[in-house]
T-cell receptor, first 114, second 109 residues
Framework: EADIYQTPRYLVIGTGKKITLECSQT?????MYWYQQDPGMELHLIHY???????EKGDLSSESTVSRIRTEHFPLTLESARPSHTSQYLC?????????????FGEGSWLTVV | GEDVEQSLFLSVREGDSSVINCTYT??????LYWYKQEPGAGLQLLTY?????DMKQDQRLTVLLNKKDKHLSLRIADTQTGDSAIYFC?????????FGTGTSLTVIP
């Protein structure tokens, strides 16, 4: 069972506001990820991290930024939200164990920018 | 990135078997996965298969892997209305994960 938590689950904010989406995992995983997903559509990797103080941009260009100061915490920040940022944001982490390298997802944060 | 392809939609009647198909391009894939996503939620790991296996069975789920054709399938036996969701296949290659576009499964009562 994965222990990865995202807050807020749902958020409606005005254009130009700053927002931080929180993600925490209690599994001690080194790798963490942020994906953006429009409803019923494919996942797009926007950021990932190999560990503390490591952050990388993903395949999809994003105006968001991330930080990784602690292993368990990988927040995503939008400095100035726009309607085009309306989407679901999925945080994930992965382990490398004896039975495989598995990625686990949080429940997602639904962001609506009006 | 790698290409992972899935058909977009599948409809089955309750009680029938569902087969969701996936093709991938990277022959160096080490693990292949199936995830389920219900509306408004994240992706839930259903099962995975190591690339040197042909088949894996877990209760109502059967995963078949044809490595020669780079084809992965998920069979759900006795499909129930609670199985209605989007199913994503994924591969791990070169220490990265690549996801398919998802197949929306609708179960008709």
């Amino acid at each position: 069972e994965a222990d990865i938590y995202q807050t807020p689950r749902y958020l409606v904010i005005g254009t130009g506001k700053k927002i931080t989406l929180e993600c925490s995992q209690t599994m001690g995983h080194d790798k963490m990820y942020w994906y953006q997903q429009d409803p019923g559509m494919e996942l797009h990797l926007i950021h990932y991290s190999y560990g503390v103080n490591s952050t990388e941009k993903g395949d999809l260009s994003s105006e968001s930024t991330v930080s990784r100061i602690r292993t368990e915490h990988f927040p995503l920040t939008l400095e100035s939200a726009r309607p085009s940022h309306t989407s679901q944001y999925l945080c994930a982490s992965s382990e490398q164990g004896a039975t495989g390298n598995t990625i686990y997802f949080g429940e997602g944060s639904w962001l609506t920018v009006v | 990135g790698e290409d992972v392809e899935q058909s977009l939609f599948l409809s089955v009647r309750e009680g029938d078997s569902s087969v969701i198909n996936c093709t991938y391009t990277d022959s160096s894939s080490t693990y292949l996965y199936w995830y389920k996503q219900e509306p408004g939620a994240g992706l839930q790991l259903l099962t995975y298969i190591f690339s040197n296996m042909d088949m894996k069975q877990d209760q109502r789920l059967t995963v078949l892997l044809n490595k020669k054709d780079k084809h992965l399938s998920l069979r759900i036996a006795d499909t129930q209305t609670g199985d209605s969701a989007i199913y994503f296949c994924a591969e791990m290659a070169g220490n990265q994960f690549y996801f398919g576009t998802g197949t929306s499964l609708t179960v008709i009562p």
